[in-house]
């Protein structure tokens, strides 16, 4: 049918609009579609959100750190050559890592034993494996001492049994 067929059986443009409306606002009660979309549009927000920022983060945070930059002291005169924020935190990262430091892991001015890379590499490794074998070491020690009773138990019983 077309428009003028339509409208010469009475039915003007306004009352299928009308009908169309009607009909939808009837379908979305029914079927409660409204939630349904918003809560896909969440989901898809949720989903997508995380990546889209971590990218522009990732965009700036990387343009910040490349951009040059020239060292400079308290009264803004150049004290070193041209490099950029990346360079800088990885010489500073580094030379932080190869500071000596204590078996408590502070410096002082003393001799210290090992560098802070390698202090926390073994405060890593230790704390790693007391987690994991720290329930191990506890059933060890109650079977040990069930044992240590158990034979205790026993020589107590033959003395008192061998007694006249």
Do not use: C
Request: proline share 3%; glycine share 4%.
């Amino acid at each position: 049918m077309n428009i003028e067929t339509l409208q010469a059986l009475g039915i003007t443009r306004e009352d299928i609009i009308d009908k169309a409306v009607e009909k939808l606002l009837n379908f979305y009660e029914e079927h409660d579609t409204l939630e349904t979309v918003q809560k896909i549009i969440r989901e898809h927000i949720a989903k997508n959100a995380t990546s889209v920022i971590n990218a522009a983060l990732e965009k700036v945070t990387s343009d910040i750190l490349d951009a040059p930059y020239t060292p400079v002291d308290n009264w803004g005169e150049p004290t070193g050559k041209q490099t950029t924020l990346r360079e800088m935190v990885k010489t500073i990262s580094l030379g932080w890592l190869d500071q000596k430091v204590t078996k408590e892991g502070k410096t002082d001015r003393y001799d210290k034993p090992w560098t802070r890379g390698e202090w926390l590499a073994y405060t890593a490794a230790e704390k790693a494996f007391n987690y994991e074998y720290k329930k191990e070491i506890e059933d060890t020690v109650i079977k040990a001492k069930e044992q240590i009773r158990t034979q205790v138990a026993k020589y107590v019983a033959e003395i008192i049994l061998k007694r006249p």
